[in-house]
């Protein structure tokens, strides 16, 4: 599975963004996916997943109600639409797959995940 992140860049708070991973690989369609992020000096920490087939999400308490997580089969890519950005924010947020096919729960500890993009960088400014 490869992964490729894109649509970050500078924005206000406030602001909205809208990330997006393309997959592809033959298996890829077939794993869990999920959003994590990593500031400067910081651990990488969970944002939001979802499982292969979209009936499982879950977010981390710090972005409920203001960022959601969908894939597109059709377009093999998941989305991380982002709402009301704070300054703190500010990350190099990543898109990773699943490590196990079919997975029927969504994991949030980075060691789960097999597959990582490159990353694509966020900053809020205030």
């Known amino acids: 599975v490869q992964l490729q992140a894109s649509g970050g860049r500078l924005v206000q708070a406030g602001g909205s963004l809208r990330l997006s991973c393309a997959a592809s690989g033959r298996t890829s369609a077939r794993h869990a996916m999920a959003w994590f992020r990593q500031a400067p000096g910081k651990e990488r920490e969970f944002v939001a997943a979802i499982t292969w087939s979209g009936g499982s999400i879950r977010y981390a308490d710090s972005v409920k109600g203001r960022f959601t997580i969908s894939r597109d089969h059709a377009k093999n890519t998941v989305y991380l639409q982002m709402n009301s950005l704070k300054p703190e924010e500010t990350a190099i947020y990543y898109c990773?797959?699943?490590?196990?096919?079919?997975?029927?729960?969504?994991?949030?500890?980075?060691?789960?995940?097999?597959?990582w993009g490159q990353g694509t960088q966020v900053t809020v400014s205030s």
């Open positions: 990773a797959a699943d490590g196990s096919e079919f997975r029927q729960v969504v994991q949030v500890r980075p060691g789960e995940y097999d597959y």
